[in-house]
Every structure is written in C-alpha cells, then in structure tokens.
C-alpha cells in the first residue's frame, strides 16, 4: 500500500486543524463563532467520507487475502499430490524374525548370507526413481516460491487507495450521466374563437356571457414502450457423466462441427472425446503442469492450449499430434482466445500482458499491457473488432482488435472478472469474483444491466449460439440459464460432484457441457 497520504485525509486532517483554530479565535471574538461552526461540519464529513473509504479498502485487502489463500491451496494440493504418488514405493524394511529388530552381526557365515540378503534387497530399491521424486518435488517447491514472489509483487504494485480513487471517479462519471427529466410545461388553455364580423348583434337587451373555454384533462397519457418478449423455460437432461479427470476441468471447447469435445484439466491432460456418445478419443499429455485454457480454431484442425507451466502448445486435430510449443509468457497463461478468421491467437497471463501470436507461424506479433493487474479472462467479438480482457483488479479493458489501441475500461465489479463472452449483437457479459454478472453494450459502452446471480464467484460464462440465453458456472454449484434480453432466470442445474469450473455450448445449442472441480464432465442435452 502507498505511504502518501491520501487527499480526504490531508484535507480532514487540515479542516480539523483550522476548526481548532478558529474556535481559539472564537474565544477572543464572539463573531468568529459562525466561521468555527462550518469548518467543524466540513472536517465532520471528511471523517465520515474517510471512514468509508477506510471500510471498502478493508474489504478489498479481505478480497485479494481471499484470491491469494485460494492460490495458495491449489499449489499446495498438486504438492500433496506428488507427495502421495512418492508414498507407493516406500523403502522396503529390513527386519528380523518375527519383526525384530536383527541382532548385531558377529562375524559367521550365517551372519555374513543374511547380511548379504539384506543388501540385495536394498539394492532392488530403484533409487533413481526415488531421486526423480525428490526433484519433482524440489521444482514445485520452487514454482510454489515463484507464484508466491509474483503474487506479493502484485500486491505491492496494485495500491488499494489507488483502486479505490478508480472506484471514486467511476461513481462520479456515472453520477454525472444521470439525467434528471425536467416536468412537462402546463398545458395553456386555448383562445375563444371570434365571432364572424358579418353576424348581426341580438336585439336582446342583456348581451351573452363569454363562451367558457374546456379544462384540458388531467389525464396523463405515457408513451407505449414494446419491450422483449417473456422468457420460456428451459429443461436440460443429462446425457453423460464422465469421471474425465483427476484435478480441475478448467477448460471445455468443442469443435465445429460439434463432434470432438476437448477437456482441459489442472491433472496436466488434455483429453479429447466424441460429445454424442461421451467416448474417450484421445490423451494429450504434454505440459508440465496444470492446464488452464483451451481454444479451438474456427476450422477445427487446430487445439490450443495454455498451461500454469508458462507455455502455450498447438494440437493437430483430430489426431491430437502436437505441432509447436510457444513460449514468451512470465506467469502462468490464463486465458486463450483465437480470432474469427483463425489466424490470430491470443494469450494472457498472470504476468500482466497480452500476447498475439500469428497462429500458422507460430511467431510472437505483438503485446499489448496496461499493468492493471493478471489476466483472468479474454474474449474476441464474432465481428473480430473488439478484443476484451477481464483482470484481477475487477475491470473489463477494450481494444481496438485490428490497431490494437485502447478504447475504453468498463467497471462493473471490485473482485476478478474471471471469465466474459461477446454475443453476435455486441453485448459482452461479464462474470465476477463476488457472484455478479454484468451485461454491457459494447456499441454504446452502457452497462444494460447486473444481477447477483450465485453465492460464490462466477467461474464460467458461456453463450447460446442464437445469442439469446447465457449460461453460468459458480464455485456455488450451480449452472444457471438466464435469458440475456432481460436478464430473468430460465433454468437452473445442480452439480452433483460439487463446483462448476466450466462451460461450453455446442455449435447447434443442443448440448450444454460443464466441468467441475472434483474432474467431472456432464454432457447436457436440451429438451
């Protein structure tokens, strides 16, 4: 955090001190009272306001503690891991008879053969199997020290107040957008007509009185909005329950055709399987560590994948032969994003940048960093004009895809946007550390609307192919369905096997696929 003081707190403190003084001054002059009693409500609302600024910079340190236990846990359970895998080939144990301990050899034959048996069995030990273990272990150690030197350097550069000051300017440009309407002007009442000039006056000695004129009605009559029509429900049975995985089914993707389903798990695999009838096709099994991302090329030959071992790997499909390993990257790759004409891809990275990789060439193009914090999540408009990045420190950064200049920062959430999908109609939707979603318009930079969806953070989104019904995942358990023009619930699903760590639609809307955290797959079909 920054050791600058922050401005309410200079101006607090300096109100507080011209009050005292002023109040001194009161002493000796009765009318400088009505000076002291301003500057004390003046330092009384700088309290207040610093106060509140206080308890939301708390609870964004109760945030990032929060994110960072959970990465903690994640490298401590894939230690265990190894741990455990070292525990089935113990040393094997040297004992006497009945489990004695052996005597003290005493120089005889009989000493010298069971001697020499004790030793062959200590030989057998494959002990450069035990060393290997012993490395294993040594490089997690020493990648668990590397995440945690990253995530301290995070934190170190990320300065809550700063966040907070984001926070501050957000809520006053908002403020200021707000337009109040302005009452409509009383209605006049309309002028007698005139009598025609030619009429000749009555002979009646009292003249007519003057024509009253009609009270306007006070009836107010609105304008009809047609608005979108009311959602129907929708039933999902499933099809398929896979034990696919021993970890995380971080990522799904599925090809165009809508035949191959490919799972990406935190075990290091990636399998390949035939979404109609849930057969195992393939094993891809090589990155070092856990996979957090995949991505399918919109021709269906090309698998990408994006590891917690700092690279990026390129698969032949349907075979599943790799083709090029890309690297580059400081932290480990999150997020995968190919573009709609299939030649960009792009990765982010706990390391803060965003790379675009031309992908027949497998070479570097360009990277593109505002330094705001990791990159959760990335998603390309169908259009490819939009490039859209959700980080850690809760915001959704646009840019320009073909110029590769910032457009806008959306603020929608103070926790990690962790995954956001762009609809055939510009509408990207935005899934949060807190359980929210938001719906914003891309063409007019407006959020359209938000909802507290799940009790525990949004870890998937993903969107019908008709563009009208989205669906989302959550550490909650839960896959909910809610149909985007106006954001009500269509469907909700329980996971069985505990939280939804992914989602895919498949190309003709018919399948919903999920992963979880405990490494299963469900294959749902629409009714």
């Not at 009609?214 to 329950?241: D, M, Y």
């Not at 055709?257 to 094993?283: H, N, P, R």
């Not at 032969?321 to 792009?346: C, F, Q």
């Amino acid at each position: 955090m920054s050791n600058h003081r922050h401005w309410l707190e200079t101006a607090e403190y300096a109100s507080l001190f011209t009050s005292l003084v002023a109040s001194i001054v009161a002493v000796f002059f009765n009318g400088a009272i009505y000076v002291a009693a301003p500057l004390i409500c003046i330092a009384l609302i700088l309290n207040a306001i610093v106060r509140y600024r206080l308890e939301h910079q708390t609870r964004r340190v109760s945030g990032t503690t929060n994110r960072l236990h959970r990465q903690l846990a994640e490298e401590l359970e894939m230690l265990t891991q190894r741990v455990e895998a070292q525990k089935q080939f113990p040393l094997p144990q040297v004992e006497g008879e009945e489990g004695t301990r052996p005597p003290v050899a005493t120089g005889s034959p009989e000493e010298l053969a069971r001697l020499q048996t004790r030793l062959a069995k200590l030989e057998s030990v494959e002990l450069s199997q035990i060393q290997g273990e012993i490395a294993g272990l040594k490089e997690q150690y020493a990648l668990l020290d590397e995440s945690l030197g990253n995530a301290i350097a995070y934190l170190n550069r990320s300065s809550f107040a700063y966040r907070l000051e984001r926070v501050e300017e957000a809520i006053s440009q908002l403020t200021s957008q707000i337009v109040v309407p302005s009452p409509p002007p009383r209605p006049q009442p309309e002028p007698a007509t005139p009598e025609p000039a030619t009429q000749e006056p009555s002979k009646s000695a009292t003249p007519s009185p003057p024509a009253k004129s009609k009270p306007p009605s006070s009836k107010i009559v609105l304008p009809s909005f047609t608005g979108p029509s009311e959602p129907t429900a929708q039933n999902w049975i499933c099809r398929h329950s896979l034990p696919a995985h021993a970890d995380w089914v971080r990522s799904l993707g599925i090809t165009p055709d809508g035949q191959i389903l490919a799972t990406g798990s935190f075990d290091t695999s990636i399998k390949l399987w035939k979404l109609a009838t849930g057969e195992l096709l393939q094993v891809l099994a090589e990155h070092k560590r856990g996979v957090f991302a995949i991505a399918i090329a919109p021709d269906g030959k090309t698998l990408a994948s994006a590891s917690w071992d700092k690279t990026i790997k390129l698969w032949e499909l349907p075979t599943g032969i790799p083709k090029e390993t890309l690297t580059g990257h400081g932290g480990s790759v999150r997020a995968l994003a190919i573009a709609p004409d299939g030649n960009t891809l792009v990765s982010g990275s706990f390391d803060e940048t965003i790379k675009l990789w031309d992908l027949s060439k497998a070479e570097l193009i360009d990277t593109l960093t505002d330094y705001t914090g990791p990159i959760f999540s990335l998603a390309i408009s169908p259009d490819g004009q939009i490039l859209a990045r959700g980080g850690g420190d809760g915001t959704i950064t646009l840019w320009q895809f073909q110029t590769k200049q910032p457009m806008s920062v959306l603020n929608g959430s103070l926790e990690a946007v962790e995954a956001i999908v762009i609809s055939p109609q510009q509408l990207l939707i935005g899934g949060s550390g807190d359980g929210s979603i938001q719906l914003w318009n891309l063409e007019t930079g407006e959020l359209v609307w938000s909802l507290s969806a799940h009790l525990g953070p949004v870890t998937a989104v993903a969107i019908a192919p008709d563009g009208n019904s989205v669906a989302t995942g959550s550490a909650d358990g839960t896959v909910k369905i809610w149909h985007l023009p106006t954001g009500k619930l269509v469907c909700a699903l329980t996971e069985e096997s505990g939280a939804v760590m992914s989602l895919v639609y498949s190309p003709n809307g018919q399948f919903l696929v999920s992963g979880s955290a405990k490494g299963m797959v469900r294959i749902l079909e629409r009714e």
